[in-house]
């Protein structure tokens, strides 16, 4: 997910939406709470430091992005070239896939290192759920092998929903979504049909009770992203999303607990 995710507002989804109200009884249920790139507000994002902060707030899910290096190790990392500093004073910037793990792994950003996959899968255990949003291209394989060695729960999803096809392909086992940022409903569920997808993941203020319900006829789960207001989380648990993607788990945590109470 990218730095648009947080476009729109929750002022403009209710006047879009007129606020309504879930159009039958929805069970009051919590939804799953996935800490977006870890405690990414508390610690530096795709950190071990961050998903060590998000366990400790109970988040169910982890939700990062990947890319792999030159020799085909599986990192977590945001963007396709890292911000950091060598341990020589350089700043030079070059693009993970260029670059052997031996020496990206001693970079630091904000005194951190760039994780390996398979080290953040280790830290998780069973503790959480682990999304897996898969940014290189061509390392559907690479992060599939990290994936099926660890006993971690996992799910991988994208944007660009060709890579999600080619997972399916390689590893039907494992569960998969599709990122929107745009769209109706019904393109969405077309794609999602098409690549036998079962998390649908929209942008936060793409979401009504209408889509909801047809997600959920259709045997597809919802993913809320990226949801930082209280407000808008309290809406989407009424309408029965299933999972909010969020930067503040403690926040997003007791505005849903709030809601489940009502």
């Not at 902060?53 to 988040?59: G, K, M, T």
Request: aromatic share 4%; charged share 25%; glycine share 6%.
């Amino acid at each position: 997910m990218t730095p648009r995710e947080g476009h729109g507002s929750f002022r403009s989804h209710m006047a879009q939406h007129e606020h309504p109200p879930p159009p039958k009884p929805v069970p009051r249920r919590l939804p799953e709470l996935v800490a977006h790139r870890g405690a990414s507000r508390e610690r530096p994002e795709n950190t071990l430091a961050a998903f060590a902060v998000a366990l400790d707030h109970r988040a169910a899910a982890i939700e990062l992005d990947v890319h792999a290096t030159a020799d085909g190790v599986v990192v977590v990392h945001h963007d396709p070239v890292p911000h950091g500093v060598y341990p020589d004073g350089r700043s030079e910037r070059r693009p993970i896939a260029e670059l052997r793990y031996v020496e990206l792994s001693t970079l630091r950003l904000v005194g951190e290192a760039i994780p390996t996959l398979r080290d953040v899968l280790a830290l998780v255990g069973d503790r959480a759920v682990v999304y897996v949003e898969v940014k290189g291209a061509g390392i559907e394989r690479a992060v599939i092998d990290v994936v099926r060695a660890s006993s971690t729960r996992c799910a991988l999803h994208a944007f660009d929903h060709p890579t999600i096809g080619r997972v399916r392909e390689l590893a039907p086992e494992i569960p998969r979504g599709l990122l929107f940022d745009s769209g109706d409903r019904e393109t969405m569920l077309r794609e999602m049909a098409s690549y036998d997808a079962r998390d649908l993941w929209p942008q936060a203020t793409l979401i009504d009770a209408a889509m909801v319900d047809a997600a959920h006829r259709a045997g597809k789960r919802v993913v809320a992203w990226t949801v930082n207001d209280p407000g808008l989380a309290s809406y989407l648990t009424a309408i029965g999303v299933d999972a909010l993607c969020t930067d503040d788990v403690p926040s997003i945590g007791a505005a849903i607990r709030r809601e489940v109470r009502r």
